[in-house]
């Protein structure tokens, strides 16, 4: 069970902050030259004529790339087991998966593959897997980072993100690919001189933390003990507490997956084998060879997504599905907006569960769905969070995450280095 | 019970749509996935309208020429090219 699906070095620039350091980057991140799967076999064979941006700002910060990593086909899943490449092993929890979708990234950096690794995270498949893996992983603020060069899965709501062993690390990765990218008209001005490494200097004194009840209540046992535990670290450091509500998270699962399934039909009506990825032959009429390429090329996984997002979007049920799933991400936002007006942070559990044993999510998708209870709401609402190592239970690790304001990276980098 | 069963003729309708072919077994397996799936987006229906923010602008830019990839990079990944174009099946 490996970590990557290509393993090939690049070398970056001689200087640069990240000289001497080694990078994993996702497959699903554009390397010129370099295979890029997706974790699918659609793209077997893909090689991009072109880098990223996060990819050229690697090379031109000094960073030498390792490998590209397994992911869930596209990033739809939560345990990377939807990888046309087999499943990834959590290195610091036998038997167990490392989560997803960017699991086989969080993996690299636990087993010590390199330093620091590059995901992706639509609804949580940067943190989750950090969770799970015992590492450092960063959602940033939709906007921050580009994602040109990021095979697309659901636009509105994926950010590339950073892994690292310390929140220092995974910051000091993320000060070199936020900022603003001509490729990529939805970055903003923000991150252009950033130095969120300077912010891990672990001061929480007076730091406000909200502790939304929706996040906690549904958790595992374990991970709540351990998570409170986590939090009275950081009152002892000079931090307060103090419960918030947040009613519309109720819904926040149901609306990711109706939008995110959208997004990915649309997205991924590209892959029709004709400019790239497998293809359907060239006898007969098109729809039907095309049909026999995505049958082909396509997992489970994929094709219950693209189908589910196709009727959503379909006559007579846009309505239903899609509207009311955007008038519940509104509501989120307004939620976190609220929360967050009267505290520095919010906490909350990373994962609901520990990492669960390999095999046991993959025959019931909406069980698997669930386990982003806590990471969904984040990228709905367009904000940054981390998820820092809060500890073990029954010897797995469990991930607390830190959800701040729009553009509030330093805040949850602040406050995640005093668990460091 | 959802409003909107989801029946083994609305997955090949779907699949259609979608261009994706699929065998009878997936066929039986996404409609009673889909039946328990759309069943749980059900709860969206108690979601009160919330006024959206609308503080959104367009951003543009000048269309300038740019440099792009050249013919024989854009077609590098293709099964079959001819005369320097992609080649697909039949359109009908």
């Given at each position: 069970?490996?970590?990557?699906?290509?393993?090939?070095?690049?070398?970056?620039?001689?200087?640069?902050?990240?000289?001497?350091?080694?990078?994993?980057?996702?497959?699903?991140?554009?390397?010129?030259?370099?295979?890029?799967?997706?974790?699918?076999?659609?793209?077997?064979?893909?090689?991009?004529?072109?880098?990223?941006?996060?990819?050229?700002?690697?090379?031109?910060?000094?960073?030498?790339?390792?490998?590209?990593?397994?992911?869930?086909?596209?990033?739809?899943?939560?345990?990377?087991?939807?990888?046309?490449?087999?499943?990834?092993?959590?290195?610091?929890?036998?038997?167990?998966?490392?989560?997803?979708?960017?699991?086989?990234?969080?993996?690299?950096?636990?087993?010590?593959?390199?330093?620091?690794a590059l995901g992706s995270d639509t609804g949580g498949s940067v943190r989750c897997p950090a969770a799970f893996c015992g590492v450092v992983g960063i959602k940033p603020t939709y906007g921050l980072v580009s994602r040109y060069g990021l095979v697309a899965y659901a636009n509105s709501l994926e950010q590339i993100g950073p892994f690292g062993a310390?929140?220092?690390?995974?910051?000091?990765?993320?000060?070199?690919?936020?900022?603003?990218?001509?490729?990529?008209?939805?970055?903003?001005?923000?991150?252009?001189?950033?130095?969120?490494?300077?912010?891990?200097?672990?001061?929480?004194?007076?730091?406000?933390?909200?502790?939304?009840?929706?996040?906690?209540?549904?958790?595992?046992?374990?991970?709540?003990?351990?998570?409170?535990?986590?939090?009275?670290?950081?009152?002892?450091?000079?931090?307060?507490?103090?419960?918030?509500?947040?009613?519309?998270?109720?819904?926040?699962?149901?609306?990711?997956?109706?939008?995110?399934?959208?997004?990915?039909?649309?997205?991924?009506?590209?892959?029709?084998?004709?400019?790239?990825?497998?293809?359907?032959?060239?006898?007969?009429?098109?729809?039907?060879?095309?049909?026999?390429?995505?049958?082909?090329?396509?997992?489970?996984?994929?094709?219950?997504?693209?189908?589910?997002?196709?009727?959503?979007?379909?006559?007579?049920?846009?309505?239903?599905?899609?509207?009311?799933?955007?008038?519940?991400?509104?509501?989120?936002?307004?939620?976190?907006?609220?929360?967050?007006?009267?505290?520095?942070?919010?906490?909350?559990?990373?994962?609901?569960?520990?990492?669960?044993?390999?095999?046991?999510?993959?025959?019931?998708?909406?069980?698997?769905?669930?386990?982003?209870?806590?990471?969904?709401?984040?990228?709905?609402?367009?904000?940054?969070?981390?998820?820092?190592?809060?500890?073990?239970?029954?010897?797995?690790?469990?991930?607390?995450?830190?959800?701040?304001?729009?553009?509030?990276?330093?805040?949850?980098?602040?406050?995640?280095?005093?668990?460091? | 019970?959802?409003?909107?069963?989801?029946?083994?003729?609305?997955?090949?309708?779907?699949?259609?749509?979608?261009?994706?072919?699929?065998?009878?077994?997936?066929?039986?397996?996404?409609?009673?996935?889909?039946?328990?799936?759309?069943?749980?987006?059900?709860?969206?229906?108690?979601?009160?309208?919330?006024?959206?923010?609308?503080?959104?602008?367009?951003?543009?830019?000048?269309?300038?020429?740019?440099?792009?990839?050249?013919?024989?990079?854009?077609?590098?990944?293709?099964?079959?090219?001819?005369?320097?174009?992609?080649?697909?099946?039949?359109?009908?």
């Amino acid at each position: 069970m490996s970590i990557f699906i290509t393993e090939e070095t690049v070398e970056g620039a001689d200087d640069g902050p990240l000289a001497g350091t080694t990078v994993a980057v996702k497959d699903n991140i554009s390397t010129a030259g370099m295979r890029t799967t997706c974790g699918s076999a659609m793209l077997d064979d893909y090689v991009p004529p072109y880098d990223a941006t996060v990819v050229e700002r690697l090379k031109e910060a000094g960073a030498d790339i390792v490998g590209k990593t397994n992911m869930d086909e596209f990033g739809m899943g939560t345990t990377t087991e939807t990888s046309a490449f087999g499943p990834t092993e959590n290195p610091v929890a036998e038997g167990r998966v490392p989560g997803g979708s960017s699991g086989g990234s969080a993996a690299a950096v636990a087993a010590e593959e390199a330093d620091l690794a590059l995901g992706s995270d639509t609804g949580g498949s940067v943190r989750c897997p950090a969770a799970f893996c015992g590492v450092v992983g960063i959602k940033p603020t939709y906007g921050l980072v580009s994602r040109y060069g990021l095979v697309a899965y659901a636009n509105s709501l994926e950010q590339i993100g950073p892994f690292g062993a310390t929140v220092e690390e995974t910051a000091a990765l993320l000060d070199v690919i936020a900022g603003p990218d001509e490729h990529d008209a939805t970055t903003r001005e923000e991150g252009a001189d950033s130095n969120y490494a300077a912010a891990a200097d672990g001061d929480v004194d007076g730091l406000s933390i909200g502790v939304p009840t929706e996040l906690v209540e549904g958790a595992d046992e374990g991970v709540v003990e351990t998570f409170y535990d986590a939090l009275d670290e950081l009152e002892s450091q000079g931090a307060t507490t103090h419960e918030v509500s947040l009613e519309s998270v109720e819904y926040a699962v149901q609306a990711y997956y109706v939008i995110a399934m959208s997004e990915a039909s649309s997205n991924l009506a590209r892959f029709d084998g004709v400019r790239y990825g497998q293809s359907g032959g060239y006898d007969g009429n098109w729809n039907e060879v095309f049909g026999t390429a995505r049958e082909e090329g396509f997992g489970a996984e994929v094709k219950r997504r693209v189908l589910l997002g196709t009727y959503a979007l379909s006559a007579g049920y846009h309505d239903k599905y899609y509207k009311q799933a955007q008038d519940a991400r509104a509501w989120v936002k307004q939620d976190f907006d609220e929360a967050l007006s009267e505290a520095d942070v919010l906490a909350s559990p990373t994962m609901p569960v520990p990492p669960m044993e390999l095999g046991e999510s993959l025959s019931d998708p909406l069980k698997m769905y669930l386990a982003d209870a806590n990471t969904v709401p984040v990228n709905l609402a367009d904000l940054p969070a981390i998820s820092v190592p809060a500890g073990e239970t029954d010897g797995l690790p469990v991930g607390l995450q830190l959800v701040g304001p729009a553009f509030g990276e330093e805040t949850i980098i602040r406050a995640a280095s005093a668990l460091d | 019970m959802s409003d909107t069963e989801a029946t083994p003729d609305d997955v090949r309708h779907v699949a259609e749509l979608a261009r994706v072919d699929l065998d009878e077994d997936e066929v039986d397996e996404f409609a009673d996935q889909f039946a328990d799936i759309l069943d749980y987006f059900d709860a969206l229906d108690e979601v009160p309208t919330v006024e959206r923010e609308s503080d959104l602008v367009n951003v543009m830019r000048p269309d300038e020429v740019r440099e792009g990839l050249s013919q024989a990079e854009a077609l590098s990944n293709a099964d079959e090219t001819e005369d320097g174009y992609f080649k697909g099946p039949n359109v009908s």
